[in-house]
């Protein structure tokens, strides 16, 4: 008995220093497989990786590419959304957008209908038309298609008593009101003071009134206030000495037929909305072309 006190002192010591150790060794770090992935072990010292740069505690070294797989280049900012470089690059059409202009394209164009006149307006044109003593008669109302006509035309062979209109011309009343007030308010008293005082006006040479037409004869455009009737076109003014003022470009000409011509032109604004005359453009250099179309504020369009 007293043996077996000291041996069971002895094994407990014994055991007391077999327990295990408080720490142990860390395990290392499995090696990458061929697969593609890795198996990530957490330490107490794990960093994040950098891609080779220097830090604080030294070079963090780059893992190696593995075999047959590809790096992929790093995006810039920006980069993702940049569309293709080229001239040739253009954005592309709408098909509904390209579907609306063929319908455009094909649909028919809608021409407005002839205006119709005034009845009381028309009647006290007729009345100060003759009161000045031109010659007209009353047309049947015309009606070419296409925007162009005249409601109540006039068939006109004088503007004034002694002062005829060459060729006689088609025209809406208030066209020859205009014509006919310009002519002896204006021009007849710049011919007097231009030439001489016993000189008469005898006759406007006109080069077009009533056409259905574009402007300036195009092909393409609006449409001509001659289409209308209320427009004239004044080619030259014949005198009663038998002189012949004819409208060609005289912005510089120093004699009295160009201050003439720069006088009456003048005046048609004062009677006239739109005035064309030779410096205007190259389809009015033989002409002066005078209309009575309705502008806004009885706004005056002249050149």
């Known amino acids: 008995m007293r043996r077996t006190i000291p041996l069971i002192l002895l094994f407990s010591l014994v055991l007391a220093g077999a327990s295990l150790p408080k720490s142990g060794p860390i395990p290392t770090t499995k090696p990458p497989t061929h697969t593609g992935t890795q198996t990530a072990v957490p330490t107490p010292e794990a960093k994040p990786e950098t891609s ?5 505690s030294g070079k963090v070294q780059r893992q190696p590419q593995q075999e047959g797989t590809q790096s992929v280049p790093e995006e810039k900012p920006g980069e993702k959304d940049e569309p293709p470089k080229g001239d040739d690059q253009k954005p592309a059409t709408d098909a509904k957008d390209r579907q609306e202009d063929d319908k455009a394209k094909d649909a028919p164009v809608i ?10 307006e ?14 007209f008669s009353e047309a049947k109302r015309v009606d070419d298609g296409k925007g162009c006509g005249i409601d109540k035309p006039l068939d006109v062979t004088s503007i004034l008593p002694d002062v ?10 208030e066209t020859a009101l205009a014509l006919a007030r310009w002519t002896k308010e204006a021009v007849q ?19 077009s009134t009533y056409v259905c037409r574009l402007r ?24 009663s000495n038998k002189t012949t003022i004819a409208i060609q ?8 037929d160009g201050a003439f011509q720069r006088a009456v032109t003048a005046t ?7 005035v064309l005359d030779p410096g205007s453009d190259a389809a009015h250099e033989t002409h002066l072309h005078l209309d009575v179309i309705d502008r806004r504020n009885d706004y005056r369009y002249c050149r």
């Open 249 to 256: 470009p005289r912005d510089e000409d120093g004699s009295m």
């Open 122 to 135: 028309y009647a006290k044109c007729l009345s100060d038309l003759k009161s000045l003593g031109a010659s």
């Open 164 to 173: 005829e209109l060459s060729p006689k011309g088609l025209m809406r009343c």
């Open 52 to 56: 080779g740069e220097e830090t604080g």
């Open 268 to 274: 048609a604004c004062l009677y006239f909305r739109t």
């Open 111 to 120: 021409y407005p209908p002839v205006e119709s006149e005034n009845a009381t």
């Open 189 to 207: 008293p710049a011919a007097e003071v231009a030439f001489d005082r016993n000189v008469k006006i005898k006759a406007l040479n006109q080069a």
């Open 216 to 239: 300036n004869n195009a092909t393409t455009g609006k449409i001509s206030e001659h289409a209308h009737g209320n427009a004239v076109d004044i080619a030259s003014f014949t005198l």
